[in-house]
């Protein structure tokens, strides 16, 4: 079923021309930025509470850089683009359903139970708007979710510990 929604959904974004938010606009034009080799530079202002309005601004004064990091690694598949950055939120939408089906599986134990709540996350309306444009929501609520889903009351082991807590960081990195 993934890989349906995936095919969908990157079906649909062929015609996308708009990377959505203005949240997200700043996320790709920073990522095209660093991919080029600029580093943190902005090629606009988001708004005029910044310490230094001027252009080109540095971007990390006003928002985590987090998704532009992410998304400058597409550089060898060919640049950091609006499709490909949406490729890259889609599957953010799929971690995001996975970690769903993982909490209902430690929970309840319950497979049908589990599904359920892997489908409502893969195709629920927030998260099937949110794959459209590179905005750091779907980010943040994969990493929390898996947060989440990794981190319990028993100890689990230092692997899983650690990497509960790097899911805490990327969390950080993505939302203000």
């Known amino acids: 079923m993934a890989i349906v929604v995936v ?32 580093g943190f530079r902005a090629r606009f202002l988001y ?5 230094h309005p001027a252009l080109p601004n540095t971007g990390v004064e006003y928002w985590r850089p987090g998704i532009s990091l992410l998304l400058a690694a597409l550089r060898p598949l060919g640049g950091a683009t609006l499709h490909g950055s949406i490729a890259i939120t889609t599957l953010a939408g799929v971690l995001f359903a996975a970690a769903a ?11 049908r139970l589990a599904l359920g709540a892997f489908t409502l996350c893969l195709v629920g309306p927030a ?9 750091s929501t779907l980010y943040y609520g994969a990493a929390v979710a898996w947060f989440l889903a990794l981190f319990t009351v028993r100890r689990q082991g230092l692997w899983q510990d650690l990497l509960a807590l790097g ?10």
């Open 47 to 51: 708004d005029f509470q910044q310490a």
């Open 127 to 135: 998260v099937w708007v949110g794959s459209i444009s590179p905005d």
């Open 167 to 176: 899911c805490v960081g990327a969390a950080y990195l993505h939302q203000e």
């Open 7 to 38: 095919a969908v959904r990157l079906a649909l974004a062929r015609w996308l021309s708009y990377c959505g938010t203005p949240d997200a606009c700043y996320y790709l034009g920073m990522a095209q930025n660093l991919a080029a080799g600029r």
């Open 101 to 111: 089906w993982h909490i209902a599986m430690r929970c309840y134990g319950n497979r």
